[in-house]
Structure formats: structure tokens, C-alpha cells
């Protein structure tokens, strides 16, 4: 049974990091893509990160450019998102998703929650002070 579990998430300060990592069983991640999205109460589901497999190319929604990183190691069949400079309004459960072979030559699609068919169950993250 395929699985997707997220994990990493917890309460930081503004201006803190935290890594959150997305790991696969019962599947392995070669060739698909793999994309980090969030939700915030009373709000929806919206793209954060995504990174395909095999080229690694990546994209990123404005509001996390320059603060947050993807990177995948499919050889331990997990996903990390390293996430700095974190704000308030960074605060949301985080999902990670799998799409197989969606490529990036439109990139805003990887974005997109509607792409993706598995998906985890979300790990909490806070920032407040």
C-alpha cells in the first residue's frame, strides 16, 4: 500500500527554519514529481514547491522565492523542503504529493493541487512568537 507521510513540522519563531520531509512507501519516487503545498484555515490548498524527476528542475511559488529550497534524494525515496526565514504567514499544514512524469515545461502547473493523485496527510507548521 502507497504511502506518503510527511513530517518535520512543529512551532518556530519568525525569521526561524524548519525541513520538513515527505518520504514514499510502497512506491518509489523515480519519475515523479514531487510538489509541497499548504493550507491555512478558512483558505485554500495553494502550490509552495515542486521538483521533478529525472531532470530536478524546480519551481516555486513567489511567496517562498529566495526563502524556501526542494530537494529530493531518491535514493532514501524522500523529498525535503527547507524552509528559512519563516513567517507568520508561513502557517499552514503542509502537504507533499506525487504526480507521475509531470514534467515542468509549464511550469505553474506543478503548482497546481489538481495535478497531483496521492497525496500525505499534512504536517503542521506554526510561526509565532
Known amino acids: ?16 527554519s524548519l525541513r520538513l520531509s515527505c518520504v514514499a512507501s510502497g512506491f518509489t519516487l523515480d519519475y515523479y514529481t514531487i510538489g509541497w503545498f499548504r493550507q491555512a484555515p478558512g483558505k485554500e490548498r495553494e502550490g509552495v514547491s515542486c521538483i521533478s524527476d ?21 535514493a532514501k525515496n524522500t523529498v525535503y523542503l527547507q524552509m528559512n526565514s519563516l513567517k507568520p504567514e508561513d502557517t499552514a ?28 496527510q499534512g504536517t503542521q507548521v506554526t510561526v509565532s512568537s
Open 1 to 16: 500500500q502507497w504511502q506518503l507521510v510527511e513530517s518535520g513540522g512543529g512551532l518556530v519563531q519568525p525569521g526561524g
Open 93 to 120: 499544514v503542509y502537504y507533499c504529493a506525487a504526480a507521475f512524469k509531470l514534467n515542468l515545461r509549464t511550469p505553474a502547473r506543478c503548482l497546481s493541487p489538481s495535478a497531483y493523485g496521492r497525496w500525505g
Open 54 to 74: 529525472p531532470v530536478g528542475s524546480t519551481n516555486d511559488a513567489d511567496s517562498v522565492k529566495g526563502r524556501f529550497t526542494i530537494s529530493r534524494d531518491n
